[in-house]
């Protein structure tokens, strides 16, 4: 009787996990179903990811590890590898750049809006001098938003395409959730937080911004 | 072909013989093969010369091969380089699906793949993926096409090989980032087959249907360079034309102020990392680094163009 009750069990179990099978999401970017992979599969793939990682895994990442303008500047100071290593995280194979969080605010001393790739230009440091650039979308370049975190790693992609499209999605989402005000901006105070991609410690930053605000 | 006839036996009488193979040679560390597309495009020759040189460095010798494109041909390369026992093998492949299996049997034969250049939809097959990323490269390119443009106007796309993986990559990467420029209008894309004279007559004849076209982007180097000859022919040297390689003709045409931009990919670098990782799996049985690595392409324009020769920035 106990035995036959095991065997129930065992059964049911079975069933239960094929049952799973039927309706099972496929992990993106792991090895799928036949009618899953490949590049058709994509769009869908990428779309999932962000729904389980953007909100819960990526923005509370660059919150928590976003280091104040004037900090990774300091940091910097004492090279890249070291700042990289302590702060930072490095996009996959040889020569790829350390990407960062950061965050801050600064006057806007020069803005492009007319651009599908919006940028503002600004002073942090008060000297009058832009010694940053944001990029406001909704065309962003680069993948530092993709790249500042370690759970997105090119081995888990079926090839460079697939790699890509997450962070075109990534840069997507997060330029469309910036709330980026017409008319001209120079002068205005921007706060922000967001990543940047440097491969020398003397890059010009360029930042994706996920979070803006502009300061009365 | 130039197949040692003494690395053959030897190989063979160190499998007989179960002993390591590093000791049956009296010099060096065994051979190393070294597959590459055909070397009429010098970016593949500056990938089979980087290989080689680092091969003769650590102590091996080269034997170079080249497979032209054709999955048939690379597989009977393979069957040639597992007979002849090599100790590893350096490979621009055929076919990001078709040379799977390629690969797979030279890990069956106990040869391990290091893969440059282009991925295989397969992983665990080759022991390193060095990939250029032609993605980005591409998107390098066409950041810098849209700006030249004004992000504005019409332009034409000259396409690689259909058949190599890189030519739709790229052509993907270019539209990730033009087409979110609704002023961008793409009025002509043709293939030129990354050929130069191709790409001359497909320029002609693109020009003589849109007189209005402002810019060219090109798949590879070789086509932009048809491309221009064909512009300069027709009088419009007004138009933007951009490459992506990295190759002297254009970093030549740059500094005239031809072309107005094209994408490095490392070639030489790259193919030299991928021998340095046999020699580390050969002598310690692992590369210490991960199978797939992608390698970034870096744009070239005017700003940097000097610096440009054989595929590789000087500092």
């Given amino acids: 009787m106990a035995q036959k009750t095991f065997v129930a069990l065992i059964l049911g179990a079975a069933l239960a996990l094929s049952g799973c099978k039927i309706v099972k999401t496929p992990a993106p970017g792991a090895a799928t ?9 994509d769009d869908a793939r990428i779309a999932a990811l962000l729904d ?58 020069e803005a492009n809006l007319t651009s599908r790739a919006r940028k503002a ?10 010694d940053l650039t944001l990029q406001l979308g909704p065309v962003i370049k680069g993948t530092s938003l993709r790249d500042v975190a370690p759970f997105y790693r090119f081995g888990d992609f079926r090839d460079q395409i697939e790699f890509a499209k997450l962070a075109r999605a990534l840069n997507d989402r997060a330029s469309a959730a910036l709330d980026v005000p017409e008319g001209d901006l120079t002068g205005r105070i921007l706060r922000f937080s967001g990543t940047v991609d440097l491969k020398s410690a003397t890059d010009a930053w360029l930042v994706t911004a996920v979070t803006l605000d502009i300061l009365p | 072909m130039n197949l040692n006839r003494r690395h053959v036996v030897g190989g063979l009488a160190a499998v007989v013989a179960g002993i390591l193979p590093t000791l049956s040679f009296a010099q060096g560390k065994g051979v190393i093969a070294i597959i590459t597309p055909s070397h009429d495009n010098p970016f593949f020759k500056a990938e089979a010369d980087g290989a080689a040189a680092k091969a003769a460095e650590l102590g091996y010798e080269a ?59 397969a992983t665990g097959v080759a022991v390193s993926q060095i990939v250029s990323n032609n993605y980005q490269g591409a998107q390098l390119g066409a950041e810098e096409f849209v700006k030249l443009m004004g992000e504005a ?34 009025v002509a894309a043709q293939t030129a087959n990354w050929s130069q004279t191709e790409a001359y007559t497909v320029m002609e004849s693109m020009l003589q249907a849109n007189p209005g076209i402002k810019g060219v982007i090109s798949g590879n180097d070789t ?84 610096q440009l020769e054989t595929f590789a920035l000087k500092g």
């Fill in chain 2, 63 to 121: 034997m170079v091969l080249v497979h032209d494109d054709d999955a048939n041909k690379q597989s009977q390369l393979f069957d040639t380089v597992i007979a002849a026992g090599v100790k590893a093998i350096i490979l621009d492949n055929a076919g990001a699906d078709a040379s799977v299996a390629a690969v797979q049997k030279a890990k069956d034969a106990g040869i391990p793949s290091f893969l440059i250049d282009r991925e295989i939809t």
């Fill in chain 1, 52 to 109: 389980r990682t953007y909100e819960t895994e990526l923005l509370p990442l660059v919150a928590e590890r976003a280091l104040p303008v004037a900090d990774l500047r300091a940091a910097l100071a004492g090279g890249l590898e070291t700042a990289g290593a302590a702060h930072g995280n490095k996009g996959s194979g040889e020569g790829a750049a350390w990407n960062f969080a950061v965050r801050g605010e600064g006057r806007v001393v």
């Fill in chain 1, 33 to 41: 179903a036949a009618s899953e992979q490949g590049e058709a599969g």
């Fill in chain 2, 223 to 306: 086509m932009a360079m048809g491309a221009w000859a064909a512009l300069e022919a027709a009088g419009r040297t007004d138009v933007i034309v951009v490459g992506f390689d990295g190759s002297n003709d254009v970093r030549d045409s740059i500094l005239k102020g031809g072309i107005k931009a094209t994408v490095l990919q490392p070639a030489y670098a790259q193919a030299q990392m991928a021998v340095a990782q046999a020699d580390a799996f050969i002598t310690s049985g692992s590369t210490g680094v991960e199978e797939k690595q992608l390698m970034d392409c870096v744009l070239i324009n005017a700003d940097n163009a000097a």
């Fill in chain 2, 153 to 186: 106007g019409e332009y034409a796309e000259l396409i690689g090989k259909e058949s190599d993986t890189n030519a739709g990559i790229r052509s993907k990467g270019y539209h990730d980032v033009i087409d979110q420029y609704p002023d961008m209008k793409m």
């Fill in chain 1, 121 to 130: 230009m600004l002073d942090t440091d008060g000297d009058g001098a832009p």
